[in-house]
T-cell receptor, first 113, second 115 residues
Framework: DQQVKQNSPSLSVQEGRISILNCDYT??????FLWYKKYPAEGPTFLIS?????DKNEDGRFTVFLNKSAKHLSLHIVPSQPGDSAVYFC????????????FGGGTRVLVKP | DGGITQSPKYLFRKEGQNVTLSCEQN?????MYWYRQDPGQGLRLIYY???????QKGDIAEGYSVSREKKESFPLTVTSAQKNPTAFYLC??????????????FGNGTRLTVT
């Protein structure tokens, strides 16, 4: 059973516009959420995180929103740039359970110039 | 330059052979993890280790084994018992730091092909 789901496998957006990536989770015990970016044949790199005590965290062009009641988080990238073209994974963890990350299936973003 | 080194980048093996994937970190991180990625899928946890000489099974540990004899090293052995070993394998590490560990830092992966 997939505890973390990214229902959109791909997203295409024009350079300069907003990219919105969505992620849903089922395990209410998760209390820390992260977004990673991955290029082909490389390891994922950390982008931004949010703990369950917050509903928004911002870092430059990246903002993560958390809706605990809906068990939903989203990543906003604005403005989108061609270098943002990559696969984005959301991940969730229960720090009290060893900080293991459970990943979603990923969303491939293509930013068109 | 601190980081995680996974070697080799590409590995080919015949079915029935065991193979060991190397993972070394010089970040002085306490915890280390092995994940597997299959095409179009997310990362799934194989094994993890919070301290030297101790490790726990992840979600898909069957057919794999690990050791953690040194803080810097966490090798993964893919045994002949693993039914579908062809995949992209990622090693990660993090500092154990209070309630929330620092985010996982990943190596660049090893692509294993078994024929």
């Amino acid at each position: 059973d997939q505890q973390v789901k990214q229902n959109s496998p791909s997203l295409s957006v024009q350079e300069g516009r907003i990219s919105i990536l969505n992620c849903d989770y089922t395990n209410s015990m998760f209390d820390y959420f992260l977004w990673y970016k991955k290029y082909p044949a490389e390891g994922p790199t950390f982008l931004i995180s949010i703990s369950s005590i917050k509903d928004k965290n911002e870092d430059g062009r990246f903002t993560v929103f958390l809706n605990k009641s809906a068990k939903h988080l989203s990543l906003h990238i604005v403005p989108s740039q061609p270098g943002d073209s990559a696969v984005y994974f959301c991940a969730a963890s229960r720090p009290a359970a060893g900080n293991k990350l459970t990943f979603g299936g990923g969303t491939r973003v293509l930013v068109k110039p | 330059d601190g980081g995680i080194t996974q070697s080799p980048k590409y590995l080919f093996r015949k079915e029935g052979q065991n193979v060991t994937l190397s993972c070394e970190q010089n970040l002085n991180h306490d915890a280390m993890y092995w994940y597997r990625q299959d095409p179009g899928q997310g990362l799934r946890l194989i094994y993890y280790s919070q301290i030297v000489n101790d490790f726990q099974k992840g979600d898909i540990a069957e057919g794999y084994s690990v050791s953690r004899e040194k803080k810097e090293s966490f090798p993964l052995t893919v045994t002949s018992a693993q039914k579908n070993p062809t995949a992209f394998y990622l090693c990660a590490s993090t500092k154990v730091d209070g309630y929330y560990n620092s985010p996982l830092h990943f190596g660049n992966g090893t692509r294993l092909t078994v024929t």
